[in-house]
T-cell receptor, first 114, second 114 residues
Framework: QQQVKQSPQSLIVQKGGISIINCAYE??????FPWYQQFPGKGPALLIA?????SEKKEGRFTISFNKSAKQFSLHIMDSQPGDSATYFCAATQLGAGSYQLTFGKGTKLSVIP | DTAVSQTPKYLVTQMGNDKSIKCEQNLGHDTMYWYKQDSKKFLKIMFSYNNKELIINETVPNRFSPKSPDKAHLNLHINSLELGDSAVYFC?????????????FGPGTRLTVL
């Protein structure tokens, strides 16, 4: 099944805290896992992505942790800032010929309060 | 220097009307997409075109018809609009999918059917 389950639906974090969003997938053929960030009134934009050959990828305050055996991956936002308040979508896809479908989770609305 | 542009940004219309949304990308990408984002922020792919050929056609009503006059354009035409069509529609594009699949989203078109 081409499904990606994302939790929580909404998240409130104090400024400076750690935000954690979790995703789980079912299709073991998925081999690319991006996270998208969407601000109100804007289109989603790629934040960070990971391939399953690594267990962690870090870019600044954003880290993806990947557990292939559990078919789970998560986004950690360290030192969360009010400017991080947005909706975050995890996604998964199978790269390679013939597959152009990016399956999105249902999104997590993050609010970082000062 | 807009990457993916959509027109119009807002579209308010009556039930039963026919309307079109235009999308253009100046990134030289081969693949373009249409997504529907409902009121709960769920992003669902509708269509995908690669080099002007339809690749993905999810289970959307046949009132929705994509048209790709060239690689840089993917327009969405909707016939006999219904209340349930109210949503934000995003166009996106992506380059050749080898090791990554970064999709670049347009700003969205908010469609309201009265």
């Amino acid at each position: 099944q081409q499904q990606v389950k994302q939790s929580p639906q909404s998240l409130i974090v104090q400024k400076g805290g750690i935000s954690i969003i979790n995703c789980a997938y079912e299709n073991t053929a998925f081999d690319y896992f991006p996270w998208y960030q969407q601000f109100p009134g804007k289109g989603p934009a790629l934040l960070i992505a990971i391939r399953p050959d690594v267990s962690e990828k870090k870019e600044g305050r954003f880290t993806i942790s990947f557990n292939k055996s559990a078919k789970q991956f998560s986004l950690h936002i360290m030192d969360s800032q009010p400017g991080d308040s947005a909706t975050y979508f995890c996604a998964a896809t199978q790269l390679g010929a013939g597959s152009y479908q990016l399956t999105f989770g249902k999104g997590t609305k993050l609010s970082v309060i000062p | 220097d807009t990457a993916v542009s959509q027109t119009p940004k807002y579209l308010v219309t009556q039930m039963g009307n026919d309307k079109s949304i235009k999308c253009e990308q100046n990134l030289g990408h081969d693949t373009m997409y249409w997504y529907k984002q409902d009121s709960k922020k769920f992003l669902k792919i509708m269509f995908s075109y690669n080099n002007k050929e339809l690749i993905i056609n999810e289970t959307v009503p046949n009132r929705f018809s994509p048209k790709s006059p060239d690689k840089a354009h993917l327009n969405l035409h909707i016939n006999s609009l219904e209340l349930g069509d109210s949503a934000v529609y995003f166009c996106a594009s992506s380059p050749l999918r080898v090791s990554t699949d970064t999709q670049y989203f347009g700003p969205g078109t908010r469609l309201t059917v009265l």
